[in-house]
């Protein structure tokens, strides 16, 4: 039973189920790209807690690539370069 | 045991992709509320900025199971599925989750009604001190001073103080939280969550687009706010204040960093007198003093 409805006592309700993208590609919203450069990363987890869209993954079992950031959805907000504690993130300008 | 990063949970509650702005501060409190109770969580939600965020039909930007409720009736539905869950026998942890407007202006009768009947719900209201979604009018939480688009000189009221408003409804669970501090606000939703009867949790959630500034500040500004001392984290079980960890170094009044350096980073203080300053300076100083009393 997938769709955008629920059959409850021969009733249609409408319902809807949690989807990557409701709201479309959202990374092409984005002005300024943040860049992750693992040399500085000091692997604290702190962009992947404050990311407000979860676009941010910690690859627990690569150590040289600790965090990957899916750019199709990523909004170019900067909190992940401004909790960075080490400037592993740096925003630079979408072309 | 202390929380830590390590322990939170992957799970995406919050999905990618989803139709907040860039740096939305409620997209991390659902993700905070995702990794704290994950599948045990039904949130009503209210007309607000959160309801944007969901989307619209085929798809939902989160992954709660959500009830979309007229204004002022989210804690009276979040009470109804509480009883409902319990006659089923199913664990699950109702959560009311609804913006200034909808706990303190519109919804605030239910909310009241529900405290008083001790409904056994969590009530988190997102404060981002306007109404963000149609457009940054003014609410009553709205701080003394500051701009929106029906205060263009600035708000002439104070805020209203609604935690200790709530405290005083006698319920067992007061708190207030920060989206600065996530592990505090897990926690404090973990102990919400094991205790019987209405809870209330007050998120303080800075929006870049209503409070004019630059999204990538969003945590800051939430720091700056507990560090001046404007925003103070507590919890009170049955009545009894404690002042949470990171606000602890604050009760003394010399650590407290001055409260220009949070107002000068927010262009909706832009315009503010030395006199309102003043006043909010004085403010401050009251909210602790009438807290520490409670302790």
């Not at chain 1, 000091?42 to 079992?61: G, Q, T």
């Not at chain 2, 702005?21 to 509320?33: A, D, I, R, S, W």
């Not at chain 2, 909808?102 to 909310?111: C, E, Q, V, W």
Request: include cysteine.
């Amino acid at each position: 039973m997938k769709g955008w409805y629920a059959v409850v006592d021969e009733i249609i309700l409408p319902l809807s189920r949690p989807t990557v993208g409701v709201a479309g590609r959202t990374g092409t919203w984005r002005v300024n790209r943040p860049v992750f450069n693992s040399e500085k990363c000091i692997k604290c987890r702190l962009c992947w807690l404050y990311c407000p869209d979860n676009v941010i993954d910690v690859n627990e079992a690569n150590p040289s690539n600790f965090i990957t950031i899916d750019y199709n959805y990523c909004k170019g907000c900067g909190v992940c370069v401004d909790v960075c504690p080490t400037k592993a993130l740096t925003l630079v300008p979408e072309r | 045991m202390v929380l830590t990063i390590k322990d939170l949970p992957k799970d995406k509650y919050v999905m990618p992709g989803n139709a907040a702005c860039p740096g939305c501060p409620e997209n991390l409190g659902l993700k905070f509320v995702g990794m704290a109770l994950g599948e045990k969580a039904i949130l009503t939600i209210p007309a607000g900025c959160t309801s944007v965020i969901q989307g619209l039909l085929p798809g939902s930007g989160l992954k709660f199971p959500i009830i979309n409720v007229p204004f002022a009736s989210s804690d009276a539905v979040a009470a109804g599925v509480s009883v409902a869950k319990k006659l089923i026998g199913e664990d699950a942890v109702v959560i009311a989750w609804a913006g200034d407007g909808g706990t303190a202006d519109i919804g605030f009768a239910t909310l009241s009604g529900a405290a008083e009947r001790n409904d056994n719900i969590i009530h988190i209201c997102v404060d981002n001190e306007a109404y963000m979604n149609t457009g940054i009018q003014r609410s009553s939480q709205t701080p003394l001073g500051a701009w929106t688009t029906t205060t263009w000189k600035g708000k002439k009221e104070r805020k209203k103080d609604l935690p200790m408003i709530m405290l005083m409804h006698k319920i067992p669970y007061v708190a207030t939280a920060s989206v600065a501090y996530p592990l505090d606000f897990i926690e404090k939703l973990r102990k919400a969550a094991s205790i019987k009867g209405f809870k209330y949790i007050h998120l303080h959630a800075p929006c870049p687009v209503g409070w004019r500034f630059d999204p990538m500040k969003t945590v800051s500004v939430a720091k700056l706010a507990v560090e001046t001392g404007m925003w103070i984290l507590f919890e009170a079980i049955n009545g009894k204040v404690v002042i949470s960890p990171p606000s602890k170094p604050y009760v003394d009044k010399t650590k407290r960093k001055p409260i220009k350096e949070y107002l000068s980073i927010q262009g909706r203080f832009r315009n503010i007198t030395e006199e309102i300053l003043k006043d909010l300076e004085r403010q401050v100083d009251e909210n602790w003093e009438t807290l520490l009393k409670f302790t």
